[in-house]
């Protein structure tokens, strides 16, 4: 009986832990949220409020995926829903860093036109191929993240980015058209692409290698 009861409660730990992978994807709507609210009200000390969010919000899209592997519970459905959410958080970040410093997105408006029309474009292209959206979370599309984080940071916190802002846009613009490659290279949608390489590997039906932490 003892047995038995210590059993149904390791299965019930199991089944709690296995909610928190999609409990940080959905905590990522809050935090958005917030910060653009903290961005249009802008109480005390509400730059560093929002920044810590932003922060936050970063370690919660790197954990769940992680997690969720380690948990064996890294489905289809959750990659998708991931990369969802995902371009909803940052979405409203960058309308956040908008309603903070306007200037720097009048001054850069035609490259950050260019690279959310470039992210559009990818998402369009693959509901017309495949009627799914993007999930190929490339390595080198989260390289991408990091930097875009800190571009953003800068804005938030000062207003401006210059340097940081440029090797942001390029690598976007790179790793952009590294998605729009895959997509056309794959026969079939496919989540969890770590390179154009890997691509290829797919197309020709040949077993590819991913990264257990990072990419499936």
């Not at 948990?71 to 459905?77: G, K, M, Q, V, W």
Request: glycine share 4%; hydrophobic share 55%.
């Amino acid at each position: 009986m003892c047995i038995n009861n210590r059993f149904k409660l390791s299965r019930f730990g199991l089944n709690k832990m296995k909610k928190i992978p999609k409990l940080l994807i959905y905590s990522r709507i809050l935090l958005g949220l917030l910060i653009l609210i903290l961005a249009i009200f802008k109480p005390l000390h509400f730059q560093s409020i929002a920044i810590s969010l932003i922060f936050i919000g970063l370690l919660t899209d790197i954990f769940d995926g992680i997690i969720a592997r380690r948990l064996n519970i890294s489905t289809i459905a959750l990659r998708r829903l991931d990369s969802t959410i995902d371009q909803f958080f940052w979405l409203l970040i960058i309308v956040a860093c908008y309603v903070v410093s306007p200037a720097f997105f009048k001054s850069n408006s035609i490259k950050i036109i260019v690279i959310l029309g470039l992210e559009g474009f990818c998402y369009l292209l693959s509901y017309l191929r495949f009627k799914k959206e993007v999930a190929t979370h490339a390595i080198a599309s989260k390289l991408w993240t990091l930097t875009l984080f800190a571009t953003l940071i800068q804005v938030f916190a000062l207003g401006n980015s210059v340097i940081l802002f440029n090797v942001c846009f390029y690598l976007g613009i790179l790793t952009r058209l590294e998605i729009v490659a895959m997509l056309l290279i794959i026969k079939s949608w496919t989540n969890d692409i770590p390179s154009v390489y890997h691509a290829v590997l797919i197309r020709n039906n040949k077993p590819i290698k991913r990264n257990k932490l990072f990419n499936g």
